[in-house]
């Protein structure tokens, strides 16, 4: 499998649901104003990837996670169970949005790549691929199999990227994918680099 797409994953209320549990979330700031770089309390703030990260401790409801894992589960054909979900915002204010070519490098079997909201729109690059995705659309893929990232781009103030990424595991039998967190210069990334780097001129 290289990736699969999620068409209108969501319904208005379940968006609702994960909207009003990101739209609280408070920026560590210092006391001048600035934002909290590295925070490591589960909240952080990455100038170098430009976005807000944050783990979604409790998805509240039993129908969205019976949703999650069927949908999951749809994908392979071992068991799998729900590691955590993690939203992120791209977004300028917090310095440059920028992802490139990697491998996570750990035991996601499946990550649901999913688009909550955005007022601008960003393709999601995969090996030698560039996809686009929409709000409530997903992409669907193995991130310790597919090097992943995003053509670079300048967002403009104001200009935000929502998302949620939702992590499986193999149930029975975690993997070891730890060798895979190679350096961004690594030869592995070599063919990515260069068709992202085409891409720049282009625009
Ligand atoms: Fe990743």
């Known amino acids: 499998m290289l990736f699969n797409r999620i068409e209108n994953m969501f319904s208005e209320d379940e968006i609702k649901h994960f909207l009003n549990m990101t739209d609280n979330i408070k920026t560590p700031v210092n006391e001048d104003g600035s934002f909290v770089y590295d925070d490591t309390t589960g909240l952080s703030v990455s100038k170098d990837l430009g976005r807000l990260q944050t783990t979604l401790e409790k998805i509240d409801s039993e129908h969205l996670m019976i949703k999650l ?40 079997e499946l990550i649901i790549n999913y688009q909550l909201k955005s007022n601008t729109s960003w393709d999601i690059g995969l090996n030698t691929g560039i996809y686009d995705i929409k709000d409530n659309c997903a992409l669907v893929f193995n991130p310790n199999e597919s090097i992943h990232w995003r053509p670079r781009k300048d967002f403009k103030p104001g200009e935000f990227v929502k998302m949620i990424f939702f992590r499986f595991t193999n149930a029975k039998k975690q993997k070891d994918n730890s060798h895979l967190r190679y350096t961004l210069d690594h030869e592995a990334f070599e063919e990515a680099n260069k068709f992202r780097d085409k891409l720049d001129n282009k625009n």
């Open 69 to 108: 894992r069927n949908i999951a589960n749809s994908f392979v054909d071992f068991d799998i169970s729900l590691m955590g979900a993690t939203y992120v915002e791209y977004n300028s204010k917090y310095g440059t949005p920028n992802l490139p070519p990697h491998f996570d490098g750990d035991s996601t």
